[in-house]
T-cell receptor, first 112, second 114 residues
Framework: AQTVTQSQPEMSVQEAETVTLSCTYD???????LFWYKQPPSRQMILVIR??????QNATENRFSVNFQKAAKSFSLKISDSQLGDTAMYFC?????????FGTGTRLKVLA | GAGVSQTPSNKVTEKGKYVELRCDPI?????LYWYRQSLGQGPEFLIY????????DSGLPNDRFFAVRPEGSVSTLKIQRTERGDSAVYLC????????????FGNGTRLTVT
Protein backbone atom coordinates (compact mmCIF):
# COMPACT_ATOMS: atom_id res chain seq x y z
CA ALA A 1 0.00 0.00 0.00
CA GLN A 2 1.08 3.57 -0.65
CA THR A 3 0.19 6.69 1.30
CA VAL A 4 1.29 10.30 0.96
CA THR A 5 0.88 12.94 3.66
CA GLN A 6 1.17 16.68 3.17
CA SER A 7 0.74 18.38 6.53
CA GLN A 8 0.72 21.99 5.34
CA PRO A 9 -2.65 22.88 3.79
CA GLU A 10 -1.57 26.44 2.98
CA MET A 11 1.64 28.40 2.82
CA SER A 12 2.69 31.82 1.66
CA VAL A 13 6.04 33.30 0.71
CA GLN A 14 7.28 36.67 -0.39
CA GLU A 15 8.38 37.02 -3.98
CA ALA A 16 12.09 36.19 -4.41
CA GLU A 17 12.21 34.31 -1.10
CA THR A 18 12.65 30.57 -0.54
CA VAL A 19 9.94 28.21 0.65
CA THR A 20 9.92 24.51 1.54
CA LEU A 21 6.89 22.27 1.20
CA SER A 22 6.82 19.09 3.27
CA CYS A 23 5.80 15.59 2.27
CA THR A 24 6.05 12.20 3.94
CA TYR A 25 5.12 8.92 2.35
CA ASP A 26 4.85 5.22 2.97
CA UNK A 27 5.14 2.46 0.44
CA UNK A 28 5.60 -1.29 0.30
CA UNK A 29 7.36 -1.07 -3.04
CA UNK A 30 11.08 -1.79 -3.16
CA UNK A 31 11.62 0.37 -6.20
CA UNK A 32 9.57 3.52 -6.39
CA UNK A 33 9.52 7.10 -7.60
CA LEU A 34 8.53 10.37 -6.02
CA PHE A 35 7.03 13.40 -7.71
CA TRP A 36 5.93 16.93 -7.11
CA TYR A 37 3.18 18.27 -9.33
CA LYS A 38 1.87 21.83 -9.57
CA GLN A 39 -1.79 22.57 -10.24
CA PRO A 40 -2.58 26.18 -11.15
CA PRO A 41 -6.18 27.41 -11.44
CA SER A 42 -6.29 26.04 -14.99
CA ARG A 43 -6.60 22.59 -13.29
CA GLN A 44 -3.88 20.92 -15.35
CA MET A 45 -1.38 19.02 -13.20
CA ILE A 46 2.16 19.86 -14.30
CA LEU A 47 5.21 17.86 -13.30
CA VAL A 48 7.66 19.97 -11.29
CA ILE A 49 10.30 17.44 -10.31
CA ARG A 50 10.85 13.68 -10.12
CA UNK A 51 13.11 11.56 -7.91
CA UNK A 52 14.05 7.94 -8.29
CA UNK A 53 14.17 6.37 -4.84
CA UNK A 54 17.27 4.32 -5.55
CA UNK A 55 19.24 7.48 -6.36
CA UNK A 56 20.69 9.16 -3.31
CA GLN A 57 21.40 12.44 -5.05
CA ASN A 58 18.62 14.97 -4.65
CA ALA A 59 16.91 16.01 -7.88
CA THR A 60 17.02 19.63 -9.01
CA GLU A 61 15.20 21.48 -11.78
CA ASN A 62 16.24 25.12 -12.03
CA ARG A 63 14.69 26.87 -8.99
CA PHE A 64 13.15 23.64 -7.69
CA SER A 65 15.00 21.08 -5.62
CA VAL A 66 14.10 18.27 -3.28
CA ASN A 67 15.41 17.02 0.03
CA PHE A 68 14.93 13.26 -0.14
CA GLN A 69 15.41 11.43 3.15
CA LYS A 70 14.74 7.79 2.33
CA ALA A 71 15.04 6.39 5.85
CA ALA A 72 12.65 9.01 7.17
CA LYS A 73 10.38 8.64 4.11
CA SER A 74 10.44 12.35 3.62
CA PHE A 75 10.42 14.21 0.30
CA SER A 76 10.27 17.98 0.66
CA LEU A 77 10.26 20.52 -2.16
CA LYS A 78 12.30 23.70 -2.00
CA ILE A 79 11.41 26.60 -4.27
CA SER A 80 14.11 29.25 -4.51
CA ASP A 81 13.61 32.81 -5.78
CA SER A 82 9.82 32.38 -5.64
CA GLN A 83 7.88 33.98 -8.46
CA LEU A 84 4.25 35.07 -8.69
CA GLY A 85 3.70 32.33 -11.25
CA ASP A 86 4.55 29.74 -8.63
CA THR A 87 1.21 30.40 -6.94
CA ALA A 88 -0.65 27.09 -7.20
CA MET A 89 -1.58 23.88 -5.45
CA TYR A 90 1.36 21.52 -5.06
CA PHE A 91 0.87 17.78 -4.82
CA CYS A 92 3.42 15.27 -3.67
CA UNK A 93 3.06 11.78 -5.10
CA UNK A 94 4.64 8.36 -5.26
CA UNK A 95 4.51 5.53 -7.75
CA UNK A 96 5.64 1.95 -7.73
CA UNK A 97 5.17 -0.28 -10.75
CA UNK A 98 2.20 1.64 -12.09
CA UNK A 99 0.01 3.13 -9.37
CA UNK A 100 0.46 6.84 -8.67
CA UNK A 101 -0.84 8.10 -5.33
CA PHE A 102 -1.03 11.76 -4.35
CA GLY A 103 -1.30 13.73 -1.14
CA THR A 104 -3.97 16.26 -0.31
CA GLY A 105 -1.87 19.16 -1.49
CA THR A 106 -0.40 22.42 -0.23
CA ARG A 107 -1.79 25.69 -1.48
CA LEU A 108 1.13 28.05 -2.05
CA LYS A 109 0.62 31.76 -2.47
CA VAL A 110 3.50 33.96 -3.57
CA LEU A 111 3.07 37.52 -2.35
CA ALA A 112 4.25 40.55 -4.30
CA GLY B 1 3.01 17.84 -29.77
CA ALA B 2 -0.55 17.62 -28.54
CA GLY B 3 -1.10 16.93 -24.88
CA VAL B 4 -3.85 14.98 -23.16
CA SER B 5 -7.25 16.25 -24.21
CA GLN B 6 -10.40 15.90 -22.13
CA THR B 7 -13.91 16.72 -23.25
CA PRO B 8 -16.13 18.29 -22.20
CA SER B 9 -14.31 20.71 -19.93
CA ASN B 10 -17.48 21.22 -17.93
CA LYS B 11 -20.59 19.08 -17.65
CA VAL B 12 -23.75 19.84 -15.71
CA THR B 13 -26.27 17.05 -15.38
CA GLU B 14 -29.30 16.21 -13.33
CA LYS B 15 -29.30 13.61 -10.61
CA GLY B 16 -30.08 10.20 -12.07
CA LYS B 17 -28.77 10.93 -15.56
CA TYR B 18 -26.01 9.11 -17.44
CA VAL B 19 -22.79 10.89 -18.42
CA GLU B 20 -19.73 10.08 -20.50
CA LEU B 21 -16.39 11.79 -20.10
CA ARG B 22 -13.81 11.45 -22.85
CA CYS B 23 -10.02 11.36 -22.70
CA ASP B 24 -7.66 11.50 -25.66
CA PRO B 25 -4.14 10.62 -24.46
CA ILE B 26 -0.80 11.57 -25.92
CA UNK B 27 -0.16 9.56 -29.05
CA UNK B 28 1.86 6.44 -28.33
CA UNK B 29 1.21 6.43 -24.60
CA UNK B 30 0.12 2.95 -23.62
CA UNK B 31 -0.82 3.72 -20.01
CA LEU B 32 -3.94 5.74 -19.21
CA TYR B 33 -5.32 6.74 -15.84
CA TRP B 34 -8.50 8.27 -14.50
CA TYR B 35 -8.51 10.23 -11.26
CA ARG B 36 -11.24 12.05 -9.38
CA GLN B 37 -10.48 15.27 -7.54
CA SER B 38 -12.97 16.66 -5.06
CA LEU B 39 -12.76 20.26 -3.89
CA GLY B 40 -9.68 20.83 -1.76
CA GLN B 41 -8.42 17.28 -2.17
CA GLY B 42 -5.70 15.54 -4.11
CA PRO B 43 -6.37 13.34 -7.12
CA GLU B 44 -7.93 10.02 -6.13
CA PHE B 45 -7.06 7.00 -8.28
CA LEU B 46 -9.99 5.43 -10.12
CA ILE B 47 -8.69 3.13 -12.87
CA TYR B 48 -5.60 2.29 -14.87
CA UNK B 49 -5.40 0.95 -18.42
CA UNK B 50 -2.40 -0.67 -20.03
CA UNK B 51 -3.33 -0.84 -23.68
CA UNK B 52 -6.96 -1.84 -24.08
CA UNK B 53 -7.42 -3.63 -20.79
CA UNK B 54 -8.20 -2.24 -17.37
CA UNK B 55 -5.21 -3.47 -15.37
CA UNK B 56 -6.50 -2.03 -12.10
CA ASP B 57 -10.02 -0.73 -11.48
CA SER B 58 -9.83 -0.93 -7.71
CA GLY B 59 -10.48 2.80 -7.32
CA LEU B 60 -13.89 2.84 -8.98
CA PRO B 61 -16.25 3.71 -6.12
CA ASN B 62 -19.15 1.46 -7.15
CA ASP B 63 -20.73 -0.30 -10.11
CA ARG B 64 -22.23 2.93 -11.45
CA PHE B 65 -18.76 3.82 -12.71
CA PHE B 66 -17.27 2.12 -15.73
CA ALA B 67 -14.47 2.97 -18.14
CA VAL B 68 -13.42 1.63 -21.52
CA ARG B 69 -10.50 2.00 -23.89
CA PRO B 70 -11.49 -0.20 -26.84
CA GLU B 71 -8.65 0.60 -29.23
CA GLY B 72 -5.93 1.36 -26.71
CA SER B 73 -6.09 5.10 -27.28
CA VAL B 74 -9.18 7.16 -26.42
CA SER B 75 -10.90 6.29 -23.17
CA THR B 76 -14.38 7.02 -21.92
CA LEU B 77 -15.43 7.16 -18.28
CA LYS B 78 -19.11 6.37 -17.91
CA ILE B 79 -21.23 7.18 -14.89
CA GLN B 80 -24.74 5.81 -14.59
CA ARG B 81 -27.52 7.17 -12.37
CA THR B 82 -25.42 10.13 -11.30
CA GLU B 83 -25.61 11.34 -7.71
CA ARG B 84 -24.77 14.74 -6.25
CA GLY B 85 -21.77 13.15 -4.55
CA ASP B 86 -20.29 12.40 -7.97
CA SER B 87 -19.67 16.12 -8.47
CA ALA B 88 -15.91 16.59 -8.86
CA VAL B 89 -13.19 17.21 -11.39
CA TYR B 90 -12.32 14.07 -13.31
CA LEU B 91 -8.71 14.03 -14.44
CA CYS B 92 -7.21 11.84 -17.12
CA UNK B 93 -3.49 11.19 -17.45
CA UNK B 94 -1.31 9.15 -19.76
CA UNK B 95 2.26 7.90 -19.71
CA UNK B 96 4.64 5.73 -21.71
CA UNK B 97 3.97 2.91 -19.27
CA UNK B 98 7.57 2.53 -18.14
CA UNK B 99 8.08 2.30 -14.38
CA UNK B 100 8.13 5.75 -12.86
CA UNK B 101 7.45 7.52 -16.12
CA UNK B 102 5.78 10.85 -15.41
CA UNK B 103 2.04 11.22 -15.83
CA UNK B 104 0.86 13.82 -18.33
CA PHE B 105 -2.49 15.22 -17.29
CA GLY B 106 -5.34 16.80 -19.17
CA ASN B 107 -7.23 19.85 -17.97
CA GLY B 108 -9.95 17.70 -16.45
CA THR B 109 -13.73 17.65 -16.74
CA ARG B 110 -15.65 19.43 -14.02
CA LEU B 111 -18.82 17.40 -13.42
CA THR B 112 -21.66 19.02 -11.53
CA VAL B 113 -24.69 16.95 -10.62
CA THR B 114 -27.71 19.05 -9.67
Amino acid sequence: AQTVTQSQPEMSVQEAETVTLSCTYDTSENNYYLFWYKQPPSRQMILVIRQEAYKQQNATENRFSVNFQKAAKSFSLKISDSQLGDTAMYFCGTSGTYKYIFGTGTRLKVLA
Amino acid sequence: GAGVSQTPSNKVTEKGKYVELRCDPISGHTALYWYRQSLGQGPEFLIYFQGTGAADDSGLPNDRFFAVRPEGSVSTLKIQRTERGDSAVYLCASSTGADGSPLHFGNGTRLTVT
